[in-house]
């Protein structure tokens, strides 16, 4: 793929400029398992570049996956050399056109299969470089990635999932399985104020033993208090629907959240306030803007000044060097 202005990839620099930020697709396309797909908008991008008229279908169970040369495959090393001679570690969001823990059965099935196992090992040839694995399928990251993974996770991988409701919550308990360097939550589109639900899995917190969250050892990379260990979310990213048929955004939602994370010391960001941004109770003096100049209010200069927060969780690797 390539250099990408999705915001949560590009981290400032202690001058205000931004780090550039790239992403990077092991295949093309996928299928749609809850609401926040409705109006993919990769699948809508595949459909624009030919995928379903010219070119094979490439959303669905059963329909084709596109799959890459070894030229695409080199680009991740070429951006981790350039992120070496810079001395500054850079984001990698995986996959923008697919979902990496995809299942697929048959032919295609096998070839993915095969990709995932091309990732893994440039992943961790990659050590400049902080992955951005995000799924909406996490119960099946520990199935898939490698065994000696399940002891140790790369501390340049981070791991995420979508939760757009309420409903999607029990991600977050698979995604807190795996033991990550870094975990974050994409809510967006986010659907419904989520704030209580996600709680539970913000700062620390003691966990049953019988809950079925955290499998035990003594990894030092989760916080600890009094002997007992806490396994939580570092990052949750939110934002609102952007294209034509976007679902509206109410911003009291995103307010807060970000009150729960500032609480409990979990990173928050606001990437866009999306196509229909609305508040139910807007603060005094803090009304939305009528019209925003921007495509799906991605632009933080244009938003009341309390829902400009962009936060980055601390990397589990250090910043400078690899």
């Known amino acids: 793929m390539s250099e990408t202005s999705i915001a949560w990839t590009r981290r400032p620099r202690a001058d205000g ?36 008229k010219r070119l094979p279908l490439i959303w669905g169970p059963h329909a084709e996956r596109r799959f890459f040369s070894d030229k695409h495959w080199l680009e991740p090393l070429k951006w981790n050399r350039s992120a070496a001679r810079a001395r500054e570690r850079r984001c990698v969001f995986c996959a923008s056109m697919a979902d990496v823990f995809e299942r697929v059965a048959g032919p295609v099935g096998e070839r993915m299969d095969e990709a995932r196992e091309r990732l893994w090992p440039l992943i961790e040839a990659t050590p400049w470089l902080d992955w951005q694995l995000l799924t909406k399928r996490p119960e099946n990251i520990l199935p898939m990635i ?9 501390v340049n991988l981070w791991l995420g999932t979508t939760v757009e409701s ?27 104020d989520i704030s209580e639900a996600v709680l539970p899995y913000l700062g620390m917190r003691p966990l049953e033993t019988n809950d079925g969250l955290w499998l035990g050892g003594d990894d030092p990379r989760v916080p600890s208090l009094g002997g007992t260990r806490w396994p939580a979310l570092d990052q949750i990213i939110v934002g609102g ?23 409990l010391g979990t990173s928050y960001f606001c990437k ?5 941004p609305f ?13 925003f100049a921007s495509r799906a209010a991605e632009d933080p200069s244009e938003w009341p000044h309390d829902l ?3 936060e980055f969780p601390r990397s589990a690797a250090p910043l400078e060097s690899a």
Do not use: N
């Open 241 to 263: 629907e952007s294209g034509g048929k976007a679902r509206g955004f109410d911003v009291a939602w995103a307010r807060r959240l970000r009150s729960v994370c500032g609480i």
């Open 279 to 291: 508040d139910s109770v807007p603060p005094p003096g803090l009304a939305l803007p009528s019209k």
């Open 146 to 154: 490698p065994a000696h993974w399940r002891r140790a996770m790369p």
């Open 166 to 192: 309420a409903v999607y919550i029990p991600r977050i308990q698979h995604l807190l399985r795996t033991r990550a360097a870094i975990t974050f939550v994409s809510a967006e589109p986010l659907l419904e």
């Open 272 to 276: 866009q306030l999306g196509a229909r």
């Open 308 to 310: 400009r927060v962009r």
């Open 17 to 52: 400029s931004l780090i550039p930020g790239f992403t990077f697709s092991p295949w093309w396309g996928c299928t749609k398992i809850s609401p926040a797909c409705t109006h993919c908008y990769a699948d809508a991008f595949s459909t624009r570049v030919g995928h379903g």
